[in-house]
């Protein structure tokens, strides 16, 4: 069974920054994607980015990019989102996301792709 764990929500100030971390831990094999959503109050989950484990190739919604940057840690089976320039619409809660691969276009963004989630962390950001 594969667990995910998030941590590095907090409270912060518009324009500044947080860093959350996503570490993974059970059987992992094979070619997968880890990503993260975020989901506002009286809103539906959406995409923020994601990253395939193998290749290290990275993957934004439009409206973070320039202002998050996804890496991984292989050796220690985490994932790390440096949020930058945070704007109160980041406010949300941010899940991570665990799935299998897959090369149809745009599926990394589809909730539907991943298998394993963590229990969220909170982001607030104040204006």
């Known amino acids: 069974q594969v667990q995910l764990v998030e941590s590095g929500g907090g409270l912060v100030q518009a324009g500044g920054s947080l860093r959350l971390s996503c570490a993974a831990s059970?059987?992992?094999?094979?070619?997968?994607?880890m990503g993260w959503f975020r989901q506002a109050l009286g809103k539906e989950r959406e995409f923020v980015g994601g990253?395939?484990?193998?290749?290290?190739?990275?993957y934004y919604a439009d409206s973070v990019k320039g202002r998050f940057t996804i890496s991984r840690d292989n050796a220690k089976n985490t994932m790390l989102l440096q949020m930058d320039t945070l704007e109160p619409e980041d406010t949300a809660t941010y899940y991570c996301?665990?799935?299998?691969?897959?090369?149809?276009?745009?599926?990394?963004?589809?909730?539907?792709?991943?298998?394993?989630w963590g229990q969220g962390t909170q982001v607030t950001v104040s204006s």
């Open positions: 996301g665990l799935g299998r691969w897959s090369p149809v276009a745009g599926r990394y963004a589809a909730a539907a792709t991943y298998d394993y």
């Open positions: 059970g059987r992992i094999f094979g070619a997968y994607i």
């Open positions: 990253i395939t484990w193998s290749g290290g190739n990275t």
